[in-house]
């Protein structure tokens, strides 16, 4: 790299005690574009090690990149990704495709954190999709594999000066995805290996993979009582019985219910009628989700998909609920169905 990066120990503990910007951050935000703010990502339970993104200048794309790995190896990481990729970590132990990256990172933080580790981080390195650990990540099914490459992305800045030799010049490898064509694999490497200074951004990124943005597409159309894009995302492909993803102000993206329950809120019908008819798993305690507002008609109409109208959910059946919501209708209607009072 013509601008190398060069940092002290001792300068990225200062910055980190003192939360201000870390040195690396600092590097990618003068070389490549701003940063963006998002909630912390930890890569470590034992290390200061972290995920960080910046825009890159001039394109649609965001560098996804570490923080702290240098204190192994003297590496940092980064990878590319178009910016409506969100990074997701869940606190649940649900997994999908949108946690392929940091799920990524958090194997190789795993391996490179062992004592006595043979895990080098190499130019040239292939992450096979097949082999242990990286077979249990959700992978987009167009690609073999990730290669590791010391691209030459700032090569049109100046060296950087007033550096002194205690500090430690950090190498930082490019992911860069490997696509199932036909031909070997050693192949492809030498052909990536050779080439890689010629590459822009937009080739060194991983593609949006259709899954993330039709799951996306029905967790925005569920949030907005959005009937058409709801529609479009079931029609397509998604999924309707996985986790409805939520976004904590600590805690980050989560998922604690399903994409039917929180459909739940929306009180429309309609929607979660075809929820229900497009495969989506009834709970037992759905009538309670309902009390608040619920009529007759949708009652019925779980009870016989199995739905159990006395079950509870946070403690509370669905008559409890309607008698709380002051839902006089809903109350009547329970009792009417055979709740008990």
């Given at each position: 790299?013509?601008?190398?990066?060069?940092?002290?120990?001792?300068?990225?503990?200062?910055?980190?005690?003192?939360?201000?910007?870390?040195?690396?951050?600092?590097?990618?935000?003068?070389?490549?574009?701003?940063?963006i703010a998002t909630?912390?990502?930890?890569?470590?339970?034992?290390?200061?090690?972290?995920?960080?993104?910046?825009?890159?200048?001039?394109?649609?794309?965001?560098?996804?990149?570490?923080?702290?790995?240098?204190?192994?190896?003297?590496?940092?990481l980064c990878l590319?990704?178009?910016?409506?990729?969100?990074?997701?970590?869940?606190?649940?132990?649900?997994?999908?495709?949108?946690?392929?990256?940091?799920?990524?990172?958090?194997?190789?933080?795993?391996?490179?954190?062992?004592?006595?580790?043979?895990?080098?981080?190499?130019?040239?390195?292939?992450?096979?999709?097949?082999?242990?650990?990286?077979?249990?990540?959700?992978?987009?099914?167009?690609?073999?594999?990730?290669?590791?490459?010391?691209?030459?992305?700032?090569?049109?800045?100046?060296?950087?000066?007033?550096?002194?030799?205690?500090?430690?010049?950090?190498?930082?490898?490019?992911?860069?995805?490997?696509?199932?064509?036909?031909?070997?694999?050693?192949?492809?490497?030498?052909?990536?290996?050779?080439?890689?200074?010629?590459?822009?951004?937009?080739?060194?990124?991983?593609?949006?993979?259709?899954?993330?943005?039709?799951?996306?597409?029905?967790?925005?159309?569920?949030?907005?009582?959005?009937?058409?894009?709801?529609?479009?995302?079931?029609?397509?492909?998604?999924?309707?019985?996985?986790?409805?993803?939520?976004?904590?102000?600590?805690?980050?993206?989560?998922?604690?219910?399903?994409?039917?329950?929180?459909?739940?809120?929306?009180?429309?019908?309609?929607?979660?009628?075809?929820?229900?008819?497009?495969?989506?798993?009834?709970?037992?305690?759905?009538?309670?989700?309902?009390?608040?507002?619920?009529?007759?008609?949708?009652?019925?109409?779980?009870?016989?998909?199995?739905?159990?109208?006395?079950?509870?959910?946070?403690?509370?059946?669905?008559?409890?609920?309607?008698?709380?919501?002051?839902?006089?209708?809903?109350?009547?209607?329970?009792?009417?169905?055979?709740?008990?009072?």
């Amino acid at each position: 790299m013509d601008k190398a990066l060069k940092i002290s120990r001792k300068e990225y503990i200062h910055n980190l005690e003192a939360k201000e910007i870390n040195p690396i951050s600092s590097f990618f935000t003068s070389t490549v574009g701003k940063l963006i703010a998002t909630s912390t990502i930890a890569l470590s339970a034992q290390h200061e090690i972290y995920v960080n993104q910046c825009e890159v200048n001039g394109t649609h794309l965001k560098l996804v990149f570490t923080t702290g790995l240098f204190e192994f190896q003297n590496i940092e990481l980064c990878l590319c990704l178009p910016q409506e990729w969100e990074l997701r970590r869940f606190a649940s132990s649900q997994f999908i495709e949108e946690t392929f990256i940091v799920d990524l990172l958090k194997e190789m933080t795993i391996k490179m954190e062992r004592k006595k580790s043979a895990f080098q981080i190499v130019e040239g390195l292939f992450l096979d999709q097949n082999k242990t650990p990286w077979n249990k990540l959700s992978w987009d099914q167009e690609i073999e594999g990730l290669v590791l490459v010391d691209y030459n992305w700032n090569k049109n800045t100046k060296q950087e000066e007033g550096r002194n030799e205690a500090d430690e010049i950090i190498t930082i490898y490019t992911l860069m995805p490997v696509y199932k064509t036909k031909g070997k694999i050693k192949d492809k490497l030498n052909e990536i290996l050779l080439s890689k200074d010629q590459l822009g951004w937009e080739q060194l990124a991983f593609p949006l993979n259709k899954a993330i943005r039709l799951q996306k597409m029905l967790n925005d159309g569920v949030t907005n009582n959005n009937m058409e894009k709801v529609q479009e995302a079931v029609e397509g492909g998604a999924e309707i019985n996985r986790g409805y993803i939520e976004e904590h102000w600590q805690m980050g993206f989560y998922s604690n219910q399903t994409i039917l329950t929180r459909a739940f809120d929306t009180e429309n019908v309609s929607l979660i009628k075809y929820l229900v008819e497009k495969g989506a798993e009834v709970p037992v305690n759905a009538l309670a989700y309902l009390g608040g507002w619920g009529k007759r008609d949708i009652f019925e109409y779980l009870i016989s998909k199995g739905a159990d109208i006395n079950a509870e959910s946070v403690g509370m059946s669905a008559l409890q609920r309607a008698k709380s919501f002051k839902n006089a209708t809903g109350f009547d209607d329970l009792i009417a169905l055979g709740a008990v009072n």
